[in-house]
């Protein structure tokens, strides 16, 4: 098999920087117009497309952290206390969780479906600080 070794000269690398094409001079849109200016305009399309494909994308609203933190007391069977509005608390386990609404489970009384615009806040049951008796 013959093969060549294709080796480029100075004089070759010399000659394609001549032939490459120099930058056009830009325009402030004056009267001397000439049959070529769509090109600019192209151009510039180009570049408020580039423009607008490296804006900042927004962070994601869901962040599933509530998500992690519900299956994480559901599978450990934590005993919380929820504080609804109204400063009323209830305690139980959460045995389901959805988008809108939480399933205490409860030992006493009734279980509850709660909806989660009702509820001020929750806690786990054993980081409950007991108020001293006077």
Request: hydrophobic share 35%.
């Amino acid at each position: 098999m013959n093969r060549k070794l294709i080796r480029t000269t100075l004089a070759e690398v010399k000659g394609k920087a001549r032939e490459a094409p120099q930058p056009r001079e830009r325009s402030n849109g004056g009267a001397h117009r000439s049959a070529g200016s769509d090109g600019g305009r192209e151009q510039r399309a180009a570049q408020q497309a580039a423009v607008q494909v490296r804006k900042r994308i927004p962070p994601p609203t869901e962040t599933n952290a509530e998500i992690f933190y519900y299956k994480k007391q559901i599978d450990a069977h934590t005993l919380m206390v929820i504080v609804l509005l109204d400063g009323e608390e209830i305690e139980g386990t959460i045995e389901w969780y959805d988008r809108c609404a939480l399933k205490v489970n409860r030992k006493a009384a009734p279980n509850l479906l709660i909806l989660k615009r009702n509820m001020k806040y929750m806690y786990k049951a054993d980081e409950r600080v007991e108020q001293p008796a006077e």
